[in-house]
């Protein structure tokens, strides 16, 4: 076998192993695109002004989670947290308040990690501008959003958690990006409808 071959090969494998390991964020990607409307949900949606509580709905992207909230700024909680849900970083914004309310969760986690959730963001990066994202806080209150902006940032970005001079109501919703690495942050601030 030549040295060409052998590194064809070896390529090969490594490039399977990490599809593998990342099967179900590329299983949801392909399903956005071959049908889309069968990953829309339409069940929060509605007008009603009360729903489930501590949730995160965005409707054209099949999205569903739990906003889990911590008391502390440490990988191990977020960590432990994500298993369930997305989390609401501590010191931003509540839901529906002056300012900017962070929520972050995985795009794609260890196929070996624990939870349900590991690609709860998986499509966050085909989002649309003008789409909303449902939130409710722990009262079950429902908060509209719309998105205004996508950008993609370094990881030690912090300028994302500002809460500005609390003029706005802003929702910013982060996964990391591109799949299988925490090299960079995909980032969608929407505001308050």
Same mark, same amino acid.
């Given at each position: 076998m030549?040295?060409?071959?052998?590194i064809?090969?070896?390529?090969?494998?490594?490039?399977?192993g990490?599809?593998?390991?990342n099967?179900?964020?590329?299983?949801?990607?392909v399903?956005?695109?071959v049908a889309?409307?069968?990953?829309?949900q339409?069940?929060e949606s509605?007008?009603?002004e009360k729903?489930e509580p501590?949730?995160l709905?965005i409707?054209?992207?099949?999205?569903?989670?739990?906003?889990?909230y911590?008391d502390q700024?440490?990988?191990d909680?977020?960590?432990?947290? !994500?298993?369930t849900?997305?989390?609401h970083?501590? &010191? +931003? $914004?509540?839901?529906?308040e002056?300012?900017n @309310?962070?929520?972050?969760g995985?795009?794609s986690?260890?196929?070996w990690a624990?939870?349900?959730?590991k690609?709860?963001?998986a499509l966050?990066?085909q989002?649309?501008?003008?789409?909303?994202i449902i939130t409710?806080?722990?009262?079950?209150?429902?908060?509209?959003?719309?998105?205004?902006?996508?950008?993609?940032?370094?990881?030690?970005d912090?300028?994302?958690?500002?809460?500005g001079?609390?003029?706005?109501?802003l !929702?910013t919703?982060?996964?990391s990006y591109?799949v &299988? +690495? $925490?090299?960079?942050r995909?980032?969608?601030? @929407?505001?308050?409808?």
């Open positions: 030549t040295i060409q071959k052998r064809l090969l070896i390529v090969t494998v490594l490039a399977a990490w599809v593998a390991l099967l179900n964020y590329f299983s949801k990607n399903q956005y695109y889309p409307d069968t990953v829309a339409n069940s509605s007008s009603a729903m501590n949730l709905f409707d054209s992207l099949g999205i569903r989670a739990p906003i889990n911590v700024a440490d990988e909680v977020f960590q432990e947290s !994500l298993q849900g997305v989390v970083y501590p &010191g +931003t $914004a509540k839901l529906g002056n300012g @309310a962070y929520i972050f995985h795009s986690d260890n196929a624990k939870g349900d959730y690609t709860v963001f966050l990066p989002v649309e501008i003008g789409q909303e409710s806080d722990d009262q079950g209150n429902k908060y509209v959003y719309v998105v205004r902006e996508t950008k993609v940032i370094s990881p030690d912090v300028s994302v958690l500002s809460q001079n609390k003029d706005k109501k !929702l919703v982060q996964t591109p &299988g +690495t $925490a090299l960079k995909f980032v969608v601030i @929407a505001e308050l409808k």
